[in-house]
C-alpha cells in the first residue's frame, strides 16, 4: 500500500508541474497577446483555461481521494496539503492570464494602450512572465534561492503598478477613456499574477522545509528577528 501511496504521490506532483507550465504558457502567451495585438493568441488563452480548471478540479479529487483512504501523516500529509493549495495559487494564476487575453482581444485589431502607458505595461508583462517561469523552475528543483528572486520581482512589479498609477495621476498622459480603463485593468491583474506567484513559491518553500514560519524566506547573512 505504501509503494503505491508513493506512486500516486510522485503523479500528484507531476500534475502539478504539468499545471505549473501551463499557466507559464498562459501568461507568456496573453502578455505577448497585449503587446502585439495578436487575436489568435489570445484565443487560445481563453480556450486552455479550461484545460487549466480541468487541472485543478483533477488534482483536488486526487488529493482528496489520497487523504481519505491512506490518512498521511507528517510530510505525506504536507505534500498532499500543499499540493491542493498550490494547485488553486495556479488556477487564479490561470484565470489572471486569462483576463489578460480578454482585454486584448476586446480591443483588438489595436493594442490595449499607447505611449509611456504601453511601455510599462509591456514591462510589467515580461517581468510577470519572469516570475511564472521561475516559480515553474522552483516546483520542479526545489531551489529555494528561486523563492528570494520572485520576491525581488515581485517588487518589481509593485513599482511597475505605482509607475502607473503615477502616469495617470500625475503625469497626466494622454489616453482615451477606454485606454485608461484598461490600463488600470491590466497593470492590477499583472501586478497580482506576481503576488500569486510569491504566494506558491511560499507553499513551495512550505513542501520542502515544512517551515511554517516561512524562516526560509531569509538570505543567510539576513537576521531571524524571531531569535533577535
Not at 71 to 80: N, S, W
Not at 177 to 203: I, M, N, P, T, W
Amino acid at each position: 500500500m505504501r509503494e503505491i501511496f508513493h506512486r500516486e504521490l510522485e503523479e500528484l506532483g507531476d500534475h502539478l508541474v504539468e499545471m505549473g507550465k501551463q499557466v507559464a504558457a498562459a501568461i507568456a502567451k496573453a502578455g505577448q497577446a497585449m503587446r502585439e495585438a495578436d487575436l489568435q493568441l489570445a484565443e487560445e488563452v481563453i480556450d486552455d483555461d479550461n484545460r487549466i480548471d480541468d487541472l485543478e478540479d483533477h488534482i483536488e479529487q486526487m488529493s482528496l481521494i489520497m487523504l481519505a483512504r491512506q490518512q498521511p501523516v507528517a510530510t505525506d500529509l504536507r505534500l498532499v496539503v500543499s499540493a491542493i493549495r498550490l494547485s488553486a495559487t495556479l488556477e487564479r494564476m490561470g484565470d489572471l492570464a486569462r483576463h489578460v487575453a480578454l482585454v486584448a482581444r476586446s480591443r483588438y485589431p489595436q493594442q490595449a494602450s499607447s505611449g509611456p502607458m504601453f511601455d510599462t505595461l509591456t514591462e510589467m508583462s515580461l517581468v510577470a512572465e519572469d516570475i511564472a517561469t521561475m516559480l515553474v523552475d522552483l516546483m520542479v528543483n526545489h531551489d529555494l534561492e528561486l523563492v528570494h528572486r520572485i520576491a525581488t520581482r515581485d517588487d518589481s512589479l509593485d513599482a511597475l503598478l505605482r509607475q502607473t498609477f503615477e502616469l495617470l495621476l500625475v503625469q497626466n498622459v494622454e489616453l482615451s477613456r477606454q485606454e485608461v480603463v484598461d490600463a488600470v485593468l491590466l497593470s492590477r491583474f499583472l501586478e497580482r499574477l506576481g503576488d500569486h506567484c510569491v504566494s506558491g513559491a511560499k507553499r513551495v518553500g512550505y513542501l520542502v522545509t515544512g517551515d511554517l514560519d516561512a524562516s526560509f524566506l531569509l538570505r543567510d547573512d539576513e537576521p531571524d528577528s524571531r531569535h533577535s
